[in-house]
Antibody, heavy 120, light 107 residues
Framework: EVQLVESGGVVVQAGGSLRLSCAASGFSFGDYAMHWVRQAPGKGLEWVSVINWDATETYYADSVKGRFIISRDNNKYSLYLQMNSLRNADTALYYC?????????????WGQGTLVTVSS | AIQLTQSPASLSASVGDRVSITCRASQDISSALAWYQQIPGKAPKLLIYDASTLEPGVSSRFSGSESGTDFTLTVSSLQPEDFATYYCQHFNHYPTTFGQGTRLEIK
C-alpha cells in the first residue's frame, strides 16, 4: 500500500523559511516523479512543484518560482520542499503527491498534508 | 496557463439522484483531464483520468465524458459517501491547473 506522510508544517513569520518533508513507502519511490500541491484554507487545489525520478528536472508554479526548492533523496524514500521568503499567501495545507509515471502530472496517491501558516 | 471553469460551484441532491458536473477548458487539452473527489478533512482521491477512464477501485457509479473542451463527471445513483467536493484537472502540459471545485451537498 502506498503511503505518503508529510511533516514540517508550522507557524512561521512572513519572510521566514521552512522545510517540508514527505516520507514515502509502499512503492518504488525512485521510479516516479513526485509533486507538491497546496490548498489554502477553504480554497481549491494549487499545484506547486514537480521533481522527476532522478532529480535532474524540476518545475515550479509561477507563484513560488525563485522562492521554493523541491528535492528528493531516493535512498531515503523522501521528498522535500524548501520554502524561502514566505508570504501570507503561502498559508496552506501542503500535500505530497505521487505521479502516475515519469511526469504525467496525474496524481494517484496523496499524503494527508502538513499545514503551513505564515503570520505577519 | 489553461483555465478550467467548473459548474455549478455547488449542488444539492438526494441519495439515489443522478448528478452531473461540468468542466470547461480555455483551450484544447486533448482528453488530458482528470477528476478528483475530496471529502472534508481528507486528501483528494483520483477518480477518472483521460476524461473517461475509471481509476482502478473506483465505483462504476462514476463516469466521465467529453465534447470538445467541455468535460462532464456524472454520478449515477448518489450514495451517502459521494457527498464531497469534486475538482477537475488538466494534465497535458505544464503548468497543470485545477478547476475551482464543485461542492456536492445532501438535500
Amino acid at each position: 500500500e502506498v503511503q505518503l506522510v508529510e511533516s514540517g508544517g508550522v507557524v512561521v513569520q512572513a519572510g521566514g523559511s521552512l522545510r517540508l518533508s514527505c516520507a514515502a513507502s509502499g512503492f518504488s519511490f525512485g521510479d516516479y516523479a513526485m509533486h507538491w500541491v497546496r490548498q489554502a484554507p477553504g480554497k481549491g487545489l494549487e499545484w506547486v512543484s514537480v521533481i522527476n525520478w532522478d532529480a535532474t528536472e524540476t518545475y515550479y508554479a509561477d507563484s513560488v518560482k525563485g522562492r521554493f526548492i523541491i528535492s528528493r533523496d531516493n535512498n531515503k524514500y523522501s521528498l522535500y520542499l524548501q520554502m524561502n521568503s514566505l508570504r501570507n499567501a503561502d498559508t496552506a495545507l501542503y500535500y505530497c503527491a505521487k505521479d502516475t509515471g515519469s511526469g504525467t502530472y496525474l496524481f494517484d496517491s496523496w499524503g494527508q498534508g502538513t499545514l503551513v501558516t505564515v503570520s505577519s | 496557463a489553461i483555465q478550467l471553469t467548473q459548474s455549478p460551484a455547488s449542488l444539492s441532491a438526494s441519495v439515489g439522484d443522478r448528478v452531473s458536473i461540468t468542466c470547461r477548458a480555455s483551450q484544447d487539452i486533448s482528453s488530458a483531464l482528470a477528476w478528483y473527489q475530496q471529502i472534508p478533512g481528507k486528501a483528494p482521491k483520483l477518480l477518472i483520468y483521460d476524461a473517461s477512464t475509471l481509476e482502478p477501485g473506483v465505483s462504476s457509479r462514476f463516469s466521465g465524458s467529453e465534447s470538445g473542451t467541455d468535460f462532464t463527471l456524472t454520478v449515477s445513483s448518489l450514495q451517502p459517501e459521494d457527498f464531497a467536493t469534486y475538482y477537475c484537472q488538466h494534465f497535458n502540459h505544464y503548468p497543470t491547473t485545477f478547476g475551482q471545485g464543485t461542492r456536492l451537498e445532501i438535500k
